[in-house]
């Protein structure tokens, strides 16, 4: 499985629309969650966040939170930020742009957010264009670094060096609240979140 773990300069201009990172002026970093809410995973991460007072932002599924409102609802409540990721985890490169278009929308009517993530980070400048058009104020979020959670392949400790090795102040990091993750997402996430403490870095939700 190959993907990049710090996401190049060139493909950040190439999306520039896109926001890949913040500024390192504020000491701080932005810890994403993709693809819950997840009845065990989800869970975990919030008594971890609240456990470092760390905030967060958790992109959604449609249809999860469907599935689980009451664990979405306590997303908010304990003051983290949310964000669209679909409805059903659609690949934006194998999707046409009007049922795309429609899945997010779909997904919107149940996450009230700005923000927007596409899911494998794939999606295309026409689908960005019209995104825009259709749902002013969008805010399509990336990231620059990926903690590979999501790879069976790898293990935990090898998503925390992923992590502390490459994020600086300003970046957005990704792990997943995913019955795919869990393995390492568990084993991981307790020891970013301390790293983080331990360089007195501000982990912080992405304004909505």
């Given amino acids: 499985m190959f993907y990049l773990t710090k996401t190049p300069g060139i493909l950040k201009a190439m999306y520039k629309s896109c926001i890949w990172n913040f ?5 701080a970093v932005y810890l ?9 995973a989800t869970p975990f991460v919030l008594e971890q966040l609240k456990k470092y007072e760390a905030k967060a932002t958790f992109f959604c599924i449609g249809k999860n939170v469907v599935e689980y409102p009451e664990i ?5 409540q304990e003051g983290h930020t949310v964000g669209n990721h679909t409805h059903n985890h659609l690949n934006g490169w194998k999707t046409s742009t009007d049922k795309y278009l429609e899945n997010i929308t779909t ?17 295309t400048p026409f689908q ?5 058009s259709s749902m002013p104020g969008t805010k399509i979020i990336m990231w620059d670094v990926l903690s590979g959670d999501f790879d069976p392949g790898i293990t935990g400790d090898t998503c925390v060096q992923n992590v502390v090795f490459k994020m600086q102040p300003g ?9 795919k993750a869990w393995d390492r997402l568990s084993y991981a996430l307790p020891r970013v979140l301390e790293y983080c403490k ?9 304004p909505s």
């Fill in 23 to 27: 500024s390192p002026a504020s000491n």
């Fill in 32 to 40: 994403t969650f993709d693809d819950g809410p997840h009845p065990t």
């Fill in 72 to 76: 979405y609802q306590q997303i908010l």
């Fill in 107 to 123: 997904a919107q009517q149940y996450i009230h957010s700005p923000l927007f993530r596409p899911p494998y980070g794939r999606i």
């Fill in 128 to 132: 960005i264009k019209h995104l825009k």
């Fill in 171 to 179: 970046s957005i990091v990704v792990f997943h609240d995913s019955t």
């Fill in 198 to 206: 331990k360089q007195k870095l501000e982990m912080l939700a992405i």
